[in-house]
């Protein structure tokens, strides 16, 4: 066996001479000829007519095929076996979303000219080093709670005043000359300009991921060229990221002014220093994303919930005590992406945002081949497991999953999820 | 005097007396009223014909003159294969035709002959064309048997040696129409009418005629067929045969370059009597014709009055195999007839099965050397069969990257989604591929486990399978109907018509690792397992060891009796009950002994019990005998009982091929007939009211209009209110149940508010208010029995006597006045029936509980989800079924490989979700065509839940119900389980 349990292994060739461009993730490479071979079926299946597109093994091992603008192919491998995250079939899901977010990942970076019509090999290969930090992270999942790469929906953190920071955020990027402008606090969206919430989704997610892989590099401010996968992704645009407390980064997208030093000297002081205590307050929120102030269930263990029109979530997971019983904090979250995948694969419809071009809708058009099978439409689902148990409902707004420990009785989920939804979405207004 | 000459047959054969066989055989014929039995045809007396003595008298000895012959051999031998090999099917009748039969009994006419035989050749006299014209749902069977007639004659193989009745024994009967006859019984034939059969390809996108000719009285006839029909008054005389509205279609012209015309042989002067079966007249031809939705074949029957055309069409060899019979294509296919049309129909579908080597073997020069089977061969399968290469190196190479065999991959093929399975045995790899749009991903796995075990049960292994060269017109056979089933369900299913086929449905039942169980009343029970066990015990005289000194030829380990697709019994250990329900669910046999009545089926082959066969870890100490086992399946009408037989170990060694033994076979057919007599008290049981009771997701639906309706209607109509008198206990029997039972259920107020809420409605709390305690007193049901539901099948006479009509009121608060008038015995039903769901309501939809030691399942059985009738439950049940797909899709990833029915494939790997217990989805339904637009759309949710329960014995339960009250799945489970005393 090539690959540890459970790892995934990103490949990442040219689409018409299989010269191999990059491979990320898993600590031991592939051989060669495997390399080879998976990227040979594929091209050999296109020649036929026929596009192969995934791949199953016993143990939960997964192969997933996609070639974005007919130059580059993606190929994910993953290990499966014990230490595998999900059944096969999540796992299919989870691997072709982390494709389309590489392919975005690598458009945000260098740009669509770059990547479609591929004139020097050589040379891209050494500037795809550059997303190799975005492209780790999305492979890597490094952060917990962060679950946009999946969902395709912005992360929220919901902060105790969202007036202040808003009003704030506003001011500085009309000052820095620019309608997109945006307050991240834990790698969570605060606040953000009106514009900024008109990007593509996957955009918005991709930008928040990349500030966040900015944000580790731990300088204080960067100015950046980005190319919009959806909106720009021929012309780039500077990203501007300043750091206003360590977790907290206030970005602008922008033209070519104002330079980035006008801008840190002139602007961040002016309109963020007399928000330092709002901003420690709102790092102070953490990663439970939700506001003390809203009341929750005791008997929630974790919450996803998604706005089904503005694309945004709020994620949290909710851990009293320390030494409270399992699942453990982490486990939690991966149980969380787990129902999700779950549950928006067999009964849930799962909005598709922009697809990146359109002949490659197919692909992602199947996830939800088995949810079209039904004749009624799902609005709830439960599962219980050894671990916990888990709900999720499903208005036409708004998608909520959660996690109760085992020793919640089952008739009680219902009511208590559907009180957790009103609770949350008459508190935060999402 | 009957068993006679077959007594004397199998004396020569095996040497042994007959005494004690003759009086079991005497037993089995004074068991079954007097039937005859034992000879060439098994004569079925319907009820009719036993009530009226003399008439089945006269039938009787008709029979016996022609049957005493000396034909000895039991009609299914002659289709024994080459390797001991048997699959007879024979059908019988249905109940139309025994009493058209009946009828013309009556008038003097010696068609009485229910069975169909080859013997006795159909016959369509001049009276029974009359009565054809005279009463047209009676005259359709007759043309099944005719068409059957000239089925057997396009497949003399199947039948020969049968054929050589000349005249001898049907002396008495008019001559036979269609057979080909001796030169000098033309004569006789020429007076005869006689039916043809023609295929035609008709596009109504591309009419013949010009757009004028549809206006003219020619319409569609002409325009679309090119068949030129002038009806009686244009031409101003009157075939005084013909009723004026109706006026048969005399074939009056053709139209040059018509489908009609290109046939070559639609004659002038024929009539058409029928378009795919439907009987047409002048009247009703343009409707028939304009129901054609596309380019489609189309079979027409007509009637020609030249004998010699018709026969001399019918003998000659060239003439194109086309006119399918009316029987369903199930059975065409089961006959192993003519299935390129079928399959053609389904080329566009890539679908493809391959039996690959994965050896490289340079030495030979062979083209395509490493496939060693494919099947189908069509364009589509054909690219499939192109990237052979994608599937071999993928298997070979992905076990070493990822640690796993390949189980599955996706393709998309001219935008059709494609999910190929894989199974690899040794150094082969077989793989099928299947569209996305039939199987799920989720359930591809069980799918493919399903065909490999089926194939190695049958074969031994894939290897035995695939590998033997003169195996491939089976396997062709075999995966036929394998896609068949998968792809297009309706066709093969035609006879059960209107209802859409639930592809989920089959796909979740057929791929429990369990039998569907009909409980039976205990005495019956009993009573079945004491004559399966009398036959278990070989106690027949002629099996006698001491006696002849021999050893017998076969032991018999066990079998299981099945009735209308229904398992009653069941003596086999799990694991071997599960092959051979494979075997019988992929030959279709289950549903074919359900809708169709079963003549005779034989079937008797070599299996390798997965169980017995394999390495098992078996006890230590104890080794299985090494024998050879063998399968032999017996259906005599709605019942089909399986033995498996074993050679070798105590039994002599059975060495070749070995084909069936009369003697089993005949003591098979005698527990069977003796079976016989307990069929009332089992369609009893079937037509009693379900329990626990069910309720139709119609009533649901608070649609005030129609309720109101109904209402008005009640009142209005003398009909309706007397339906009305029926709830309030009167025993008048009615008619129109469905209209009944929607009348007579009543919603409750509680529910209608959270029902008729919008969606997103959030408000759960009253779904799980008070009324979840259980109802102690154990109130009824919103549901009434229904009686005479159709389906009796002729248990006449005596069945009439359960069919006492038991009120089962829905309403709680009339139970205390009902009770007065019931008698003893409704009282005691009604308290038989059983609730499952709690609350004051009945809200239980469906359910399936599967025990898993046992290997069996319970469901509402079809009779009863066909009486629910409705708009929605139907719906409602293929969405359960979806759902269920799911969730045992979830409970199978966290069960231990030892369950799983694809046995020796170890599903290792994560979980993520860790064990599954219970999984629940809850689903919203509106009534589909909402036309009011003011209003929203009165919405009904529900609930299907899953759930695996391990204590006190390992079961899967799914279940779904309304969800105004909350359940709890395992109690409900509970109550299921031990209230039906699985």
Redesign the interface.
Known sequence: MMLQDGSTQLLCLTASSGVPLFTRGASKQLPFSVIGSLNGVHMFGGGQGVVLSGCETEGGGKVVWRVFQDSVMLIAVNGGGQGGVGCSREEEVRLQRLLENVWNCMVLVLGQDELANIRNVERLKRDLRSCFGLIDQMLEERQEGVLGSLTHCADLLLPPNPTLLQEAVDGFAEAADSEFGCLIIHGRIAAATEKWWRLAPQEVVLLSALIRSLSDSASASCDYPVFLPHGSPTVAHRLLRFQLLPGADVCVLCGPSPSLHTAETGLVGRFWAPLVETLRDCLAVGERCVPQAVNLRPDVLALLLINRETRRSVSSVLHPLADAPPPSKARCWELLKLFYIFSTTRYFTQEESVCVSTEESGPRGRANDFARGFSHQPLQCYLVTEECKSYALQTPQHQLFLLFPPSVPTFVLRTAATQTLSDVVAATGL | MVVQPQVRFLQTRLGIAWETRRQLNKMAVANCDKRVYGSQTLVKGSNEERDDGNDRESTSSSFRSSDCSDDLEPEWLDDIQKNGELFYLELSEGEEEAALAHANASQGVSTNHVHFSEKEDEVITEQNRKQRCGSRTKGEPALKRLARILRRKRHPSLHKGRGKDGGKGSASQPASILKNQPGHRQGVMVQQQQLKEVCVYLNPKRLVGSSACVSDSGGLLEALLGVVHRSSWSRGQRDPTVTPQAERLTIHGLIPNSPAIKSGHILIGDVLVAVDDVDVTSENIERVLSCIPGPTQVRLTLETASADSCSSADSSPARPTKASPPVSQLVRLLWGEDTTELQMSIGHIPHVVMYLSLKLDSASPEEEEEILYQYPVSEASS??K??R??FL??CD???????????????????H?VHVGYWKESTNLLVIGLP??RV???YLQTVVGDIVRTLKVMYGSLDSAFCKTDHAPKLDHFFCLFFQQLIQPSRLMDSSSAQVPDI?GTLFLDGLPAVRWLALPPEIKMEVDTVLSDFESSDFGEMSEDFFGLRRLYVILGCCLFYKSYLIANHLPKEDLLDVCLYCQHYCLLPLASEQRVGQLVIWREVFPQQRTGSGSIAPGYSQPQGRHFLLIVGLRHFMQCVLLEAGGCASPASGATGPDCVYVDQVKATLLQLEALEAGIEERLSAPPAPCLSCADWFLPASTARDRLDSLASSSPVFSKLAGAVKGSSSRSRGRSLFKERSRRPSPQRSPSDSGS??H????S??SPH?TPDPARKLGGRRDSFGSGGSDGSGGSGSLFKIPRMKHPNPFYLGTLKKTLTERETEDMYNTMKLTSGTENTLFHYVLMETVQGIFIAPTHREVAQLSGSIHP??I??FH??CL?IRA?FQ??LPARARRAAD?????????????????????KPENWTDQRKPAPTM?YWVIGRMLLEPVPQEFYVCFHDSV?E?PVEMAFRLSFGLAV
């Open positions: 690219q499939l192109g990237v290469g994608i190196t993928l190479m992905l076990e070493n990257v990822t640690g796993g065999r390949i189980i599955s991959s996706s393709l998309i093929l001219d935008k989604l996305a749009d799920p991903l989720l989920s969606e997103g959030m408000d759960a709390g779904g799980f979840s719906q409602l293929r969405n979806h759902c799911s979830a990833q966290s494939r170890p599903q290792g790997g994560g979980w993520g979700l860790g064990p599954v217990k219970e999984h629940g989805v809850l689903f919203q339904c949710t909350a709890v």
